[in-house]
């Protein structure tokens, strides 16, 4: 079953061509950077714009390098929520137009849940779905907008047990990025200066947001808020602070304390979680996906994570950690597959349902 994948939620303008849910058979990705970058954020009026000039040049290359025509699709998929309205709606109307012409299902995919659906892409002959190995197992969504864990019985049915309370992860390492200097967008650049060699992690002890006892909420602005005044200087009585000369050498000690921080906090959240899950039963793996799943030291965490808990780890290779539409593709097929369909009345929502 051939099913196309349509993503355009926020500033990638992205469509894929999926077969029988993992094999990914083409993923095109058409990202805006350049044209947010002089703002250092995206600018939704830009996006939209950006969406429909894009969105069919892409569909048509996907379908090229699938080696496919609109004729061979099964079925199309479209991110519907969260995301910037005004870019939703490019992709949704594209893909109820094409579903409509080709008589095709349409299914609508929730894009947060689709990033925990990425570990199961593969481009060669990987090994197919088998819900009854993996499941039930913990998920972890990590990206520019949200961060939460869940819950998940299987690929299609899962629930919120903690969020974050203020800033998304990504959310953190951009503004982080932003403090220290570093280009839009920033979370791949801090990644980097954090792996300057010889830089120091434990050069500045910064918080780790534990909230209450039992919480499996997170929470980055405390984190965000001492690197900015390890940055520019704690202020003093007349509100005034005095900046600290920072070396290139200290820039990079402050990327890494930083990034060992924001690791930790995920890690001790996740070991949380995996003993709430272990009360009610087994927990067979750990799903994962988001922008910040591509981070270096957050995958390696990641790894020892769930190798010294003895479950299975599903970390999507970058391409798939960040946004694409090969993950919607894949959401997409095992939706339907459990009877999902939208009609034509499908509509963009701005935030997400799980
Ligand atoms: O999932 P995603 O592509 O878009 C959203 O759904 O938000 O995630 C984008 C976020 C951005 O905040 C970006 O800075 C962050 O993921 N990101 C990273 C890295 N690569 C992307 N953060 C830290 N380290 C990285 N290597
Ligand atoms: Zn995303």
């Not at 090994?127 to 990206?143: N, R, T």
Request: hydrophobic content about 45%; glycine content about 10%; overall charge negative.
């Amino acid at each position: 079953m051939l099913l196309l994948g349509l993503e355009t939620s926020c500033d990638e303008t992205a469509a894929a061509i999926v077969e029988d849910g993992a094999r990914v058979r083409s993923s095109v990705v058409a990202s805006q950077h350049d044209l947010h970058a002089e703002y250092a954020g995206v600018v939704p009026e830009i996006a939209s714009r950006a969406h429909v000039e894009r969105i069919t040049p892409v569909v048509r290359a996907a379908l090229r390098d699938a080696g496919a025509t609109l004729a061979d699709l099964d079925a199309v998929a479209v991110g519907y929520r969260p995301g910037l309205i005004g870019s939703l709606v490019v992709g949704v109307a594209a893909a109820k137009a094409l579903a409509w012409s080709l008589s095709v299902p349409l299914v609508g995919v929730d894009h947060v849940h689709a990033h925990l659906y990425a570990g199961w892409l593969h481009e060669g002959n990987g090994a197919l779905f088998d819900a009854d190995a993996m499941f039930p197992a913990l998920g972890l969504v990590v990206s520019g907008g949200h961060t939460s864990i869940y819950s998940m019985e299987s690929p299609v049915v899962l629930s919120r047990l903690g969020a974050t309370i203020d800033d998304a992860l990504g959310e953190a390492f951009d503004k982080a990025a932003a403090i220290l200097g570093l280009p839009y967008p920033g979370g791949p650049a801090l990644d980097a200066l954090a792996r300057t060699p010889g830089a120091n992690e434990h050069a500045h002890d910064f918080p780790i947001a534990r909230l209450d006892r039992d919480s499996l909420d997170f929470s980055f602005s405390g984190l965000k808020t001492a690197l900015l005044y390890a940055v520019r200087g704690l202020p003093g009585p007349s509100g005034q602070a005095t900046p600290p000369v920072l070396s290139e050498r200290d820039r990079a000690d402050l990327a890494a304390s930083f990034q060992r921080a924001a690791c930790a906090a995920v890690v001790l959240k996740l070991g949380r979680a995996l003993a709430v899950l272990r009360e009610r039963g087994p927990c067979r793996a750990l799903l994962t996906g988001g922008g910040v799943t591509a981070n270096t030291r957050l995958r390696a965490e990641l790894t020892t994570f769930a190798r010294r808990e003895g479950i299975e780890l599903r970390l999507p290779p970058a391409r798939f950690c960040l946004d694409n539409a090969a993950m919607i593709a894949g959401l997409g097929h095992a939706l339907l597959a459990a009877g999902t369909r939208h009609d034509l009345s499908l509509s963009a929502v701005p935030t997400t349902g799980c």
